[in-house]
Every structure is written in structure tokens, then in C-alpha cells.
């Protein structure tokens, strides 16, 4: 198996707008708007996961003898360093990466989303962008984030490359978020096509990220290990910024460098489960049959170093020092919320209104069915690092406003044709949920939103909502349920109140999951 290294960084602190406070904690300055407190915590919360200063921390080299630490290893460089990566993260990445390393880098090449330099040049991102006459091919592709030709002619070109190196040479990949788009590469005779069909048929269905994984890596030339092994007897260090929940490296970007421990009778298990096996391509179906039978077996990865230098643990470890200084006692419920979006938007929905009767009426608490119910769903979503008991304690002796932080990634069962994304769905979901009975003498915001900038087909990044808000659509005639049915979280936001609720922050350059945020603040 290979080394692996979990790196937790020191956090840097983005600087704060002033604010002028009344009382001994957390009377907010009067002037200041939930919506905008929530807005600013979100950007500085994107803002922490920055590749660059990551990239600065994870590696380093000493100019005079040419070595490269990572962490605790090191490594002699002797124009014999190149380099590929694939993600939304990787194109700063690549830049930090360029910027440390100098004349030592031969050769590199990335995948990264289409458009995103373009992105990075409007918004005066020059630090995510790499120098005149670099060394390092860029590809762009996988809009939308779905595998297209051009992330495939990026993969084919990242396989060649791994392919002519030698036991001499080390390969630097750069993994992140969206990774496992932009690294397309079937095991003939599946096409792209096909294996795009696939993954969509998955999605739509509710399968998990592990589980689109698991398929796309037993479907892959260099997922599961296989860029790993085409890069051997090279040695290889993987730099990875993690989306995934609970950061597993065999999943983040379908594992390029690390041996797949799936089978494929769990691949065959995850189609029957979908309704999916009896309308396989025959390729598919050939692909797995042969892989079943190699007498080879799964791939090793000896030769690799795999080394997490960021997560969503990391951005909201950054959040919750920001709520903290805007006044708030700020808890991290979960890193890892996942699960369908309906259950996991009752859940906030209970959570706010347990929340706030402990915070409007000390001694007397929520209902006894409230709270049983909050707690049966907090089982039914098993959540691993859920922080509930220690949430509802900190409400229960605060002494002003509370802000509830957790990060992961709800799943979507699309039923109808419209345009939104996870964030926008689970933020209208929590939204029509807590308008349905008052909530007290409590102003209380939730927000979602993706650390990539990106929320499904659309420009937003996710959306805020309010208790008032299906009655305040209402009075503009519409109706969210009708918006929900179809699942057409964004075309209801970009309606309501001018799209005044929507987040745009553009491609960020980063990718770690997304956030939520519940403001809970006595009035």
C-alpha cells in the first residue's frame, strides 16, 4: 500500500471587516445584515483553502543541494522532477508548484475545468495562473463537470507522459475536487460515451460519491492505481486537496495513485441496487468480465507517497474561528454530512427549531417530540464526527447568537427537468421547511454553498434563505413546492427578490466540498 500523510495546516486568518460590539460577547453592530455576516464568513471560509498557501506548506526546496522536502521525506532533484494534475484546484496549484520549484520542473501537465483561466484573469487572480512560457501543458474540459473529449485528449496526454518515465525520474501529481472528471480515460472497448451514460444514470439515481467512484475506477486506465502503475518504476508524490467526505484518498478524483480495494462484484452490486445491471453496454460488461479474470490481480502502489494537505475540516476550522470573531459561540456539527438532500434539510430544519427554543426560552427547551425526532434523524443520516450533543449544550449556555457550521456533500434524486445544484436544492429544501410554524423571537439564516463556486449546471455557488421565505415568494407568485417537484432550485432563486439570494463568488480555484451555515440569532 502506499505511505499516506494527512496534513493538517496551520490556519491563516483572512482579515475581518471591523465592528463595534455592545455587551460582554455578542451584541452584534446594529448596521450589520445576517445576509451579509453569512456572506463574507462563506468567502472567507473559500478563502482559507486557497491552493497556493497549501502548496507552500506542503512542499519546500533547498536551492543549494537541489533537495525537495515534502513534509518529512525528501527528494534529490537532478532534472528529473515532472509533473500532472487534474481538478478544479490544480491550475493554482500547479502555479504554486512552478513557483517552488523553478529550472528543476522538465515537463508538466494538467486537466483542469474549462474556462477557469479565463475566470481566474477577470477576477485578478494572477497568483492561480502559471508564468509566461511554462513548462506545464494546461488542457481544459469537463464543462459542467462531466468528461468530455477534451479532458480526454488531457488524459491521454497525461498517461504518455507517465508512461516514458524511469526508475531515475519523480512525478509530482496534483489531485483535487473534480478530478475524477477531468481524467477520463476507459478501458477500451468502453467509450467515453458509454461511460458517461453510465455515471449520469447513477447520479440521477441517488448513488453516492463512493459509489460513481467504484464504477468509474473498474471502467479506467488511470483511476484506481492505474496512473500509479503507469508511471512505475518512477517514483510518484500525489499532493492532494480533498472533496470527499471523511477524505479517503481511494476516492478523492476515483484514486489515480492508490490501489482500488473494490472488486468487481462490488461494482455489480452497486448496478443491481440502481436498477441498472440488465442495460449494460456489452463493452461494460466485457470490461468487467476481464477484469475479474486478470490474473494479475489489483494494482500495488509501493512506490507512491500520498499526502492530503487540505479538506473541508480545514475550512471549517477557519469558519468557525471567523463566526467567533463576528461574535457568534460557533460549533463544527459534522465534516461529513452527506445522505439524500430531503432528509438532510429536515434535519436542519429540527436542528433550528431545537436551537432556537433553547436559545429564546433557557430552562425550557424544545418539545420532547422535536427532540426525538432530531435525534432519529441524526441516526438515520450516520453521520461519523456529528458534533449534536456538544451543539445543543453550547445553545443551551449561550448568551447570544449561535452559528452552526458543518460541510459535506447531499445527494439529489432528480424527479424533474430543471436547473439547480445540491446547495441551491438543499437551501430552498431548509428554507420552505423552517416557514412551515414560528420559530420565536429569533432571526435565523441558513446558507449552502460549494467551495468550488460552481453548484451543479449553474454560476451560483449556492444560496441563503430566510423563515419568511415561501411566503415572501408567495406574494410574488411563486410557489416553492412546484419549484422543488422539478427540481428547479435556481431558475426559483434567480426569480425571487431580483436572485438576490443567490451566492455568486465565480470559479474559485479550490474545491473542498461545500459549506452550511445556521445562523441562529435572538432577537
Not at 98 to 120: F, N
Not at 127 to 156: C, I, T, W
Not at 289 to 315: E, F, K, M, Q, Y
Amino acid at each position: 500500500m502506499a505511505a499516506a500523510l494527512q496534513v493538517l495546516p496551520c490556519l491563516t486568518r483572512a482579515p475581518l471587516r471591523p465592528f463595534l460590539w455592545r455587551g460582554p460577547r455578542a451584541r452584534l453592530a446594529s448596521g450589520m445584515a445576517l445576509a451579509e455576516q453569512a456572506r463574507q464568513l462563506f468567502e472567507n471560509t473559500v478563502a482559507a483553502v486557497q491552493p497556493g498557501p497549501m502548496m507552500h506548506r506542503a512542499l519546500s526546496l533547498d536551492p543549494s543541494s537541489g533537495q525537495l522536502k515534502v513534509r518529512d521525506r525528501s527528494f534529490q532533484l537532478q532534472q528529473n522532477l515532472y509533473l500532472v494534475g487534474f481538478g478544479k484546484a490544480v491550475l493554482g496549484m500547479a502555479a504554486a508548484a512552478e513557483d517552488i520549484l523553478g529550472q528543476h520542473l522538465v515537463q508538466g501537465v494538467i486537466s483542469v475545468p474549462k474556462g477557469i483561466r479565463a475566470a481566474m484573469e477577470r477576477t485578478g487572480k494572477q497568483e492561480m495562473l502559471l508564468k509566461p512560457h511554462s513548462r506545464v501543458q494546461v488542457f481544459e474540459g469537463a464543462e459542467d463537470n462531466l468528461p468530455d473529449r477534451d479532458a480526454l485528449r488531457a488524459a491521454l496526454a497525461i498517461r504518455q507522459l507517465a508512461e516514458g518515465l524511469t526508475a531515475d525520474d519523480l512525478l509530482l501529481v496534483l489531485i483535487s475536487g473534480g478530478g475524477s472528471a477531468l481524467l477520463p480515460a476507459p478501458i477500451p472497448p468502453v467509450t467515453l460515451e458509454e461511460k458517461q451514460t453510465l455515471t449520469k444514470l447513477l447520479a440521477a439515481r441517488g448513488a453516492t460519491i463512493q459509489e460513481l467512484n467504484t464504477i468509474r475506477k473498474a471502467l479506467s486506465q488511470l483511476k484506481g492505481g492505474g496512473l500509479a502503475q503507469a508511471a512505475y518504476p518512477a517514483q510518484v508524490v500525489s499532493l492532494i486537496l480533498s472533496d470527499v467526505v471523511g477524505d479517503p484518498m481511494e476516492v478523492i478524483a476515483s484514486g489515480p495513485t492508490v490501489a482500488s480495494i473494490h472488486s468487481v462484484q462490488d461494482c455489480l452490486h452497486i448496478l443491481n441496487r440502481y436498477g441498472l445491471r440488465a442495460a449494460l453496454p456489452r463493452s461494460v460488461k466485457t470490461v468487467l468480465a476481464r477484469a475479474d479474470s486478470d490474473p494479475r490481480g489489483p494494482h500495488t502502489c509501493g512506490h507512491v507517497l500520498n499526502v492530503i494537505i487540505g479538506s473541508n475540516a480545514l475550512a471549517l476550522a477557519e469558519a468557525r474561528q471567523q463566526a467567533e470573531a463576528l461574535g457568534y459561540q460557533a460549533v463544527v456539527l459534522s465534516t461529513a454530512m452527506q445522505g439524500d438532500v430531503k432528509i438532510v434539510a429536515h434535519f436542519y430544519e429540527l436542528l433550528a427549531r431545537v436551537a432556537a427554543a433553547r436559545l429564546t426560552l433557557p430552562g425550557a427547551g424544545a418539545s420532547v417530540e422535536e427532540d426525538e425526532r432530531l435525534h432519529e434523524l441524526a441516526a438515520e443520516l450516520q453521520l461519523p464526527d456529528l458534533q449534536l450533543k456538544e451543539a445543543l449544550e453550547a445553545m443551551a449556555e449561550a448568551r447570544g447568537p449561535v452559528c452552526l457550521l458543518a460541510g459535506g456533500e447531499p445527494t439529489v434524486q432528480l424527479q424533474g427537468s430543471g436547473k439547480g445544484g445540491r446547495n441551491q436544492e438543499l437551501a430552498l429544501r431548509v428554507g420552505a421547511e423552517l416557514g412551515r410554524l414560528p420559530l420565536g423571537p429569533i432571526d435565523v439564516l441558513f446558507l449552502s454553498g460549494g467551495t468550488d463556486g460552481k453548484d451543479g449546471p449553474t454560476e451560483a455557488a449556492g444560496a441563503w434563505v430566510v423563515p419568511e421565505l415561501a411566503n415572501q415568494a408567495a406574494a410574488e407568485g411563486l410557489d416553492v413546492a412546484t419549484f422543488l417537484a422539478r427540481n428547479d432550485s435556481h431558475t426559483f432563486f434567480h426569480h425571487f427578490q431580483g436572485g438576490a439570494h443567490l451566492i455568486y463568488t465565480g470559479l474559485t480555484g479550490t474545491n473542498v466540498m461545500d459549506a452550511h451555515f445556521l445562523f441562529l440569532r435572538p432577537r
